[in-house]
Each structure stands twice: as C-alpha cells, then as structure tokens.
C-alpha cells in the first residue's frame, strides 16, 4: 500500500464534519491535596536519643526504653555532658495496661528536685500526648524520707546473672528500671514486676538465692519515689 493510499484509508475512518460545536474535554478529578507524613510505628529497636542528642545506654539492648525517655523528653543520665548535677536517680515504671512513667531526682545548690513525667499509652501501645510534667523542690519532710530510702536502696551494683535470670521479662508485666549517678559512677538495674518478687518466687526461678540483692528495700525505694511523684496509683496497679 502506498503512503497517499494509507492517508486516504485513514481520512474516511474520520467522523464526519459538523456544525455542533465540539464537545468539552472531560475534565480531571480533583486532586487530593497531600497527606501529612505519619511516623511509623516504632518497633523498639530504634534507638532515640535524649534531647541535646546524647545517646541513653551504652548497649542497643536498652533500644527499647529509648522511645519513652525521649517521648518524656528526658536526658541522658549515662552520656552527661558538662553542667550536669552530681547526684542523679531515675525510676523508669513501664506497665503494659498503664501509662509510663517517670520519676527523676537529682541535687541542686537549693536541694533536691523532682521531676514527674506520665505520658498517655494507646491501646495499641503507641505513645500519645503528656499527661503529667512536674518540676519542683523537695520539701523538708519528703527529702527525709527520700534520703531514708535511698540509703537502704541497692542502686550501685550491676545486676548479675543470677537476677538477669529472676527479674528477667514477660509477656504481661511490668519493667521497674532504676538509673542513677552517684560518685561519679553510671548505674541501671531493671527488674520485672518487682511489686511481686519475693523468696517463694526466686526460688522457683533460680537455685542461688543469696546473689540477688535486697529487692524489698528497692520496691520501698520505688514506692517512696511514687509517693513523692504525688501520682495517685491505685493499689491494684502496682505490679
């Protein structure tokens, strides 16, 4: 077929010319205007950092406590910086049917400050908005009480074995974490459910029970915090 023949074949498949005005082109479906970026869910392995942009622990395996420190906005107690106070504790409280919580106590010229921080957990365990963030001085009778707790408080030592196996997690519980700086030496412990541990469920657990510390004096320390945090904990949530 020549190329004249093919024009010719393609102007009859033409419609026919007519006076009707041609139709409008359809018009495009509105576009919708751009969604706002939503975080993804945070799977407990990503590690945050404190506000100034310091790390919380020195190993990943405290990946998963990172996400509540930061969303309370709360530093570092283990990488410190310059101007930091020389005494420091910190009670992390993260129940799975309650909001985190934190209670951080540290020295001032003037005293001791506290600050409280609660956050709101969805029922999806997503992390919302503040609750509750307080900061203010010790009182007389509350500095007392808190210096009479800490002194019987086992902080210091490094969790060993023996505890790791005891305290260690489950399913449905709740992770009792203590920080602390104290002479100028960095120190997290984290038990799980202390509320309950006691010597009828150690020795289930583990053969030794004379390398686990004093984990009553430590729930009394918790407990004294919680008082001086002046959050209202019904009894039925301590686990």
């Given at each position: 077929m020549t190329r004249l023949a093919a024009l010719l074949l393609i102007a009859s498949a033409s419609p026919a010319f007519t006076d009707q005005p041609p139709k409008d082109p359809p018009k495009e479906a509105?576009?919708?205007a751009p969604s706002e970026s939503i975080p993804e869910p945070d799977n407990g392995y990503k590690l945050h950092s404190d506000p100034s942009g310091?790390?919380?622990?020195?190993?990943?395996?405290g990946?998963?406590?990172?996400?509540?420190?930061?969303a309370m906005k709360e530093p570092s107690l283990f990488d410190r910086g310059d101007k930091r106070p020389e005494f420091e504790v910190r009670f992390l409280w993260l129940r799975t049917f309650h909001d985190p919580i934190s209670i951080r106590i540290w020295s001032t010229p003037k005293g001791y400050m506290v600050r409280t921080v609660r956050i709101k957990q969805n029922e999806d365990y997503s992390l919302a908005g503040t609750l509750v963030d307080t900061t203010r001085l010790l009182d007389d009778a509350?500095?007392?009480?808190?210096?009479?707790?800490?002194?019987?408080?086992?902080?210091?030592?490094p969790m060993n074995e023996t505890e790791e196996s005891a305290g260690a997690g489950g399913t449905d519980g709740a992770s009792w974490i203590f920080e602390s700086y104290m002479a100028k030496k960095y120190q997290n412990i984290d038990f799980?459910?202390?509320?309950?541990?006691?010597?009828?469920?150690?020795?289930?657990?583990?053969e030794d029970t004379s390398k686990i510390r004093d984990t009553p004096s430590l729930l009394k320390f918790a407990l004294a915090?919680?008082?001086i945090s002046k959050l209202k904990i019904p009894k039925d949530d301590l686990y």
């Amino acid at each position: 077929m020549t190329r004249l023949a093919a024009l010719l074949l393609i102007a009859s498949a033409s419609p026919a010319f007519t006076d009707q005005p041609p139709k409008d082109p359809p018009k495009e479906a509105p576009k919708e205007a751009p969604s706002e970026s939503i975080p993804e869910p945070d799977n407990g392995y990503k590690l945050h950092s404190d506000p100034s942009g310091r790390q919380y622990f020195a190993e990943e395996r405290g990946a998963y406590l990172t996400q509540f420190l930061a969303a309370m906005k709360e530093p570092s107690l283990f990488d410190r910086g310059d101007k930091r106070p020389e005494f420091e504790v910190r009670f992390l409280w993260l129940r799975t049917f309650h909001d985190p919580i934190s209670i951080r106590i540290w020295s001032t010229p003037k005293g001791y400050m506290v600050r409280t921080v609660r956050i709101k957990q969805n029922e999806d365990y997503s992390l919302a908005g503040t609750l509750v963030d307080t900061t203010r001085l010790l009182d007389d009778a509350e500095t007392k009480a808190f210096t009479a707790a800490l002194t019987k408080a086992p902080l210091a030592a490094p969790m060993n074995e023996t505890e790791e196996s005891a305290g260690a997690g489950g399913t449905d519980g709740a992770s009792w974490i203590f920080e602390s700086y104290m002479a100028k030496k960095y120190q997290n412990i984290d038990f799980w459910c202390l509320e309950h541990f006691g010597p009828t469920r150690y020795e289930t657990l583990v053969e030794d029970t004379s390398k686990i510390r004093d984990t009553p004096s430590l729930l009394k320390f918790a407990l004294a915090l919680l008082k001086i945090s002046k959050l209202k904990i019904p009894k039925d949530d301590l686990y």
